[in-house]
Nanobody, 122 residues
Framework: QVQLVESGGGLVQAGGSLRLSCAAS????????MGWFRQAPGKEREFVAA????????YYADSVKGRFTISRDNAKITVYLQMNSLKPEDTAVYYC???????????????WGQGTQVTVSS
C-alpha cells in the first residue's frame, strides 16, 4: 500500500510560480512511478506530468511543457511539481498518483492522493 499526501497549493497571480509536493508512505516508494493530474471545475481529470521510479524518464502534457518540471527525491519519499509561468487555465485541483509503471492515463495508477487546490488569478 502507498499513501500519498499533496501540499503546496494556493493562490498565485498569473506569471507566478508554485511548487507542489507529494509525500508518500511506504518503503517501496522508490520502486514506484509517479504522476501528477489535475481537474478543473466542470472538466475531466487530465494528465499533467509523470516520472519513472529512477527519475530517468519524464512525460509532460503539451499544455505544461517548458513551464512545469516533475522531479523526485527517493530519500525523502517525495515527488515535486515545479510550476512556473502559471496561467489562469492552470487553475485546478492537482492530484499525485503512484503505480509500478510510468503512465500518462488515469487508469495507469492505483494509488491517489486527496488533491491540493491551485488557483491562478489573472
Amino acid at each position: 500500500q502507498v499513501q500519498l499526501v499533496e501540499s503546496g497549493g494556493g493562490l498565485v497571480q498569473a506569471g507566478g510560480s508554485l511548487r507542489l509536493s507529494c509525500a508518500a508512505s511506504g518503503r517501496t516508494f522508490s520502486s514506484y512511478a509517479m504522476g501528477w493530474f489535475r481537474q478543473a471545475p466542470g472538466k475531466e481529470r487530465e494528465f499533467v506530468a509523470a516520472i519513472s521510479w529512477s527519475g530517468g524518464t519524464t512525460y509532460y502534457a503539451d499544455s505544461v511543457k517548458g513551464r512545469f518540471t516533475i522531479s523526485r527525491d527517493n530519500a525523502k519519499i517525495t515527488v515535486y511539481l515545479q510550476m512556473n509561468s502559471l496561467k489562469p487555465e492552470d487553475t485546478a485541483v492537482y492530484y499525485c498518483a503512484a503505480d509500478r509503471y510510468i503512465a500518462t492515463i488515469q487508469r495507469g495508477y492505483s494509488y491517489w492522493g486527496q488533491g491540493t487546490q491551485v488557483t491562478v488569478s489573472s
